[in-house]
Nanobody, 124 residues
Framework: QVQLVESGGGLVQAGGSLRLSCAAS????????MGWFRQATGKEREFVAT????????YYADFVKGRFTISRDNAKNTVYLQMNNLKPEDTAVYYC?????????????????WGQGTQVTISS
């Protein structure tokens, strides 16, 4: 089992920044690819970003390219999502997820473990 706990969400104005963290425990963190997903009220969950197990490669949804950066610190068992130039449409609950493997995974169905989510609200 892998336990994931997100933190760092909050309320910011449009154009502002937030950094989300996801702390993992239970298994060898460096064996797992990590992803960030989000779900806005009344909408389906959508992929945001993923990073492979070593941190060497990452992939982003088009709507966050150039604004969000995913990174990980395998020594701290933590994955991050730096979010800049936030927009009201970024408002959602953000979830981190883990999957055993070395690749990047963009579909939620491929992930085995999920955190409880952290709310991000962007005011206009």
């Amino acid at each position: 089992q892998v336990q994931l706990v997100e933190s760092g969400g909050g309320l910011v104005q449009a154009g502002g920044s937030l950094r989300l963290s996801c702390a993992a425990s239970g298994r060898t963190f460096s064996d797992y690819a990590m992803g960030w997903f989000r779900q806005a009220t009344g909408k389906e969950r959508e992929f945001v970003a993923t990073i492979n197990s070593s941190g060497g490669t990452s992939y982003y949804a088009d709507f966050v390219k150039g604004r969000f950066t995913i990174s990980r610190d395998n020594a701290k068992n933590t994955v991050y999502l730096q979010m800049n130039n936030l927009k009201p449409e970024d408002t959602a609950v953000y979830y981190c997820a883990a999957r055993w493997g070395t690749n990047n995974y963009v579909q939620g169905k491929w992930y085995d473990y999920w955190g409880q989510g952290t709310q991000v609200t962007i005011s206009s």
